[in-house]
């Protein structure tokens, strides 16, 4: 009996060890992330570039620039991202963006973006639920709302 309270409270107590440590890191990370929004938010322009092409890639000094690429944490030159080639103004640059707006970026057009440094953060004046690519249900169930509205 005495053998098993033992176990229970190391386990309790590396178990409350464990949650204090996540607690401190999601702590961290959304203190980051605020910042970075701020920075976001702070740095918007609007351009308008013309898209050469876009793919999904994992950043390395070939694909971005050297000073941009060391500065990027372990864990996203691990990981793939969203990179586009684009042209702005007479300099060809490649640009990160999210998934969401990656998606509905059309190749060899010219558009308007706001940009954030090389971030991509949205594009303007496009509504971006007609462009994304949908599915075969998506299109059958907009085409069915839409005859039905009609009659």
Do not use: H, W
């Amino acid at each position: 009996m005495n053998n098993f309270s033992d176990v229970l409270i190391i386990i309790l107590v590396v178990l409350s060890v464990v949650l204090a440590v996540l607690y401190y890191i999601n702590k961290k990370s959304t203190r980051k992330m605020i910042q970075a929004q701020d920075f976001i938010e702070n740095n918007r322009t609007t351009v308008q570039i013309f898209i050469i092409d876009k793919r999904q890639e994992k950043p390395s000094p070939s694909n971005l620039p050297k000073a941009v690429y060391e500065q990027m944490p372990k864990t996203t030159k691990m990981r793939k991202a969203n990179l586009v080639r684009a042209k702005i103004g007479p300099q060809i640059t490649t640009l990160i963006c999210d998934k969401p707006v990656y998606n509905v970026l059309p190749v060899k057009k010219s558009i308007k973006v706001d940009l954030a440094g090389m971030y991509i953060i949205g594009v303007t004046g496009m509504n971006l639920e007609d462009k994304k690519k949908k599915t075969m249900t998506e299109k059958m169930s907009a085409s069915l709302n839409r005859k039905l509205s009609n009659k």
